[in-house]
């Protein structure tokens, strides 16, 4: 298996513009996580997603982000406007999500910079 | 309040010089404490779950233990390949989400 694929995985954009972020999880596994890691705060848990259901977004920083998964493969994080203060690294992780006990699986990560 | 406190949060050691990095957590519930490495530029990666007190698991030059109020990753004879962050995360009884700590940078000298 190829693992949790993230894209892009360097962004550099403008304040103002809007930013997706990409996320194909492990297949198979039921639940999708999205955090925001930075010096700051460490990780932090955005949204997660069972079964292409949005379940927690209480995470989710403010109005401007948003997520979706239209399918079990697939995942996006959308900011809209950017902001400099959203520049930090995003990770999606997947997990197969049968009782408490199952790890996380992480992708590389997108590190997104806004100007 | 829920929380999971990593200490220290650096960790400079010589190659071969083992020690202890510690994460103590203020939760109700408990229902797994995890263990995670992470390497500049990567995601986290899995190492490993304890679920109750006194349980230990071991791979490599990693062991962990677990008590009721903290767990220990007792890092034995390091090698520099084992210098990265390690994380922390507790899972309760009611909720799926993970509860994460800082991290422990660790820095294993040759």
């Known amino acids: 298996d190829a693992g949790v694929i993230q894209s892009p995985r360097h962004e550099v954009t403008e304040m103002g513009q809007e930013v997706t972020l990409r996320c194909k999880p492990i297949?198979?596994?039921?639940?999708l996580f999205w955090y925001r890691q930075t010096m700051m705060r460490g990780l932090e848990l955005l949204i997660y997603f069972n079964n292409n259901v949005p379940i927690d977004d209480s995470g989710m920083p403010e109005d401007r982000f948003s997520a979706k998964m239209p399918n079990a493969s697939f995942s996006t994080l959308k900011i809209q406007p950017s902001e400099p203060r959203d520049s930090a690294v995003y990770f999606c992780a997947s997990t197969p999500g049968q009782g408490y006990y199952n790890e996380q699986f992480f992708g590389p990560g997108t590190r997104l910079t806004v100007l | 309040e829920d929380q999971v406190t990593q200490s220290p949060e650096a960790l400079r050691l010589q190659e071969g010089e083992s020690s202890s990095l510690n994460c103590s957590y203020t939760?109700?519930?408990?229902?797994?404490l995890f263990w995670y490495r992470q390497d500049p530029g990567k995601g986290p990666e899995f190492l490993f779950t304890l679920y109750s007190a006194g349980e230990e698991k071991e791979k490599e030059r990693l062991k962990a233990t677990l008590t009721k109020k903290e767990s220990f990753l007792h890092i034995t004879a390091p090698k520099p390949e084992d210098s990265a962050t390690y994380l922390c995360?507790?899972?309760?009884?009611?909720?799926?989400?993970?509860?994460w700590g800082a991290g422990t940078k660790l820095i294993i000298k040759p």
């Open positions: 297949s198979g596994h039921d639940y």
């Open positions: 939760v109700s519930g408990l229902r797994g």
């Open positions: 995360a507790v899972r309760m009884d009611s909720n799926y989400q993970l509860i």
